[in-house]
């Protein structure tokens, strides 16, 4: 048995270094990162962290050191679904979604850790142990780049390793969206494999045009066409767009998934493990798109991420890209020919320069 019998919280904010937008979320120039650490009484530790795109970061903090550490200390921390569930029924009537679920993320990727850490495997073993060789793309944050900017930005990527990009859509004319995607196109090739991401911008008619538009362009697939409440109006997108759908980073639960998913309005199911619940619920969303024979991709937190894919047969492209956080993590995720691998290190393998971290503590 393994009690937990510390819990610590750190809520930083990472100036980013150029003001980055998409077509929803406006400009963005700081992300949040919100970690906990947990430790049990022999003194082994695990570390999780959910991350937000400027706000709702501090409401996350009071989650994990106000609610949660009341409900961990003293738990035998291999009891992960028990602990799961314990925070979930108890927070649930008044944080079903939003900051609750990112803070349960986080100790949930906290409590893997410190299993994986104490068993000393790496997490893509204990959980499944498929294929630690990942494909992942390159995902910027570039709706406002001027072409020429964003054609060096791809450049940049390809010279790091990535052998397959994604590029935002969702400008104010479709005409101009096309446009840039024919760019890319041209620029990358053909059948280089180019993916978009329109942030939740349209509603299903107007996703189902802008599908037809880029259809030319041989896309791998169109990302968050609509918001994630429109069920029927992403099926309609799949059925009628002519071109794959991904989509989930904005889901919460694995029974959103399966709503989703039961309806036809998916073809890459998308979860974030930094929101969906943690590895807890990704690893069953990733099962649960096995057994309708769909293939898994990912929303960031790619240093976790890649022992979640490498662990599933299911699994597609892993995405990358950082916001700054690699400068405080001993070894950040390496690319080579469009792969990340993930490491055998202990647990998710992550070090965390933790005094670093201090300086920036929001």
Known sequence: MSRLQTVQTLHCRLALPQTLSDSMHGDMRAFELNLVRLRDEEG??????????????????????????????????????????????????????????????????????????????????LLGGNDPRVPCYAGGIDLQLPLDDLLAQTDGNLAKGFRAIKMKVGREKLSEDVARVAAMREHLGEGFPLMVDANMRW??????????????????????????????????????????????????????????IAAGGVTFPEPDVTNCGGITPFMKIAHLAEAFNLPVTTHGAHDVTVHLLGAVP???????????????????????????????????????DWKGLEAIRA
């Not at 400027?54 to 409900?71: M, S």
């Not at 679904?81 to 008044?94: F, I, V």
């Not at 008619?205 to 968050?224: G, K, V, Y």
Request: glycine share 10%; net charge negative.
């Open 203 to 260: 509603s299903a008619d107007e996703a189902i045009r802008a599908a037809h538009a880029f259809r030319p362009f041989d896309l791998t697939w169109l990302e968050e066409p609509l918001i994630p409440d429109d069920v029927a109006g992403q099926a309609r997108v799949v059925r009628e767009g002519g071109i794959p759908i991904a989509s989930g980073e904005n889901l919460r639960t694995l029974w959103e998934f399966k709503q989703l």
């Open 44 to 125: 082994a530790e695990g570390v999780g962290y959910t991350y937000t795109c400027g706000r709702n970061g501090a409401a996350i903090e009071a989650v994990l050191a106000k609610d949660f550490t009341e409900l961990l200390v003293g738990e035998d921390a291999d009891r992960i679904e028990h602990l799961w569930n314990k925070l979930w029924w108890a927070s649930h009537y008044g944080g079903r979604g939003g900051p609750t679920v990112l803070a349960l993320s986080a100790v949930d990727m906290a409590l893997w850790d410190l299993k994986a850490r104490r068993l000393g495997q790496p997490l893509w073993k």
């Open 314 to 352: 299911n699994r597609s492209y892993l995405e990358a890209h950082g916001f700054g956080l690699d400068k405080y993590i001993a070894e950040p995720l390496q690319i080579s020919e469009g792969f990340a691998v993930a490491p055998d290190r202990p647990g998710h393998g992550i070090e965390f």
